[in-house]
């Protein structure tokens, strides 16, 4: 097993930038295939972006296309999302995800993955 935790998340303003963090622990980082969602109240569980195990493909939704930038440290175990140019319907609370993969395949489906952190709230106020 893998346990994820969020961190980074906070209030800032339309236009900002912010970085989360999802520190993975338990299990050999680099054989997992990881990804971000996000969860606004009243809407589903949504696909944000994902990056492969090795970090040589990443997906992201159309929505953040050209704003957000996954990565993935392996030596600090972690992945990061770096949003840029935060609009007010970037608010949501954003979960790290995993899922033991190696291969070429990156999900975008929140049934692709089988970890899950506690999620962190990301505000943007205009």
């Known amino acids: 097993q893998v346990q994820l935790v969020e961190s980074g998340g906070g209030l800032v303003q339309a236009g900002d930038s912010l970085t989360l963090s999802c520190a993975a622990s338990?299990?050999?980082?680099?054989?997992?295939?990881m990804g971000w969602f996000r969860q606004a109240p009243r809407k589903e569980r949504a696909f944000v972006a994902a990056?492969?195990?090795?970090?040589?493909?990443?997906r992201y939704a159309d929505s953040v296309k050209g704003r957000f930038t996954i990565s993935r440290d392996g030596a600090k175990n972690t992945m990061y999302l770096q949003m840029n140019s935060l609009k007010p319907e970037d608010t949501a609370v954003y979960y790290c995800?995993?899922?033991?993969?190696?291969?070429?395949?990156?999900?975008?489906?929140?049934?692709?993955?089988?970890?899950w952190g506690q999620g962190t709230q990301v505000t943007v106020s205009s």
């Open positions: 995800a995993a899922v033991e993969r190696v291969g070429a395949y990156v999900g975008v489906s929140q049934y692709d993955y089988g970890y």
């Open positions: 338990g299990r050999t980082f680099s054989s997992y295939t």
């Open positions: 990056i492969s195990w090795s970090g040589g493909r990443t």
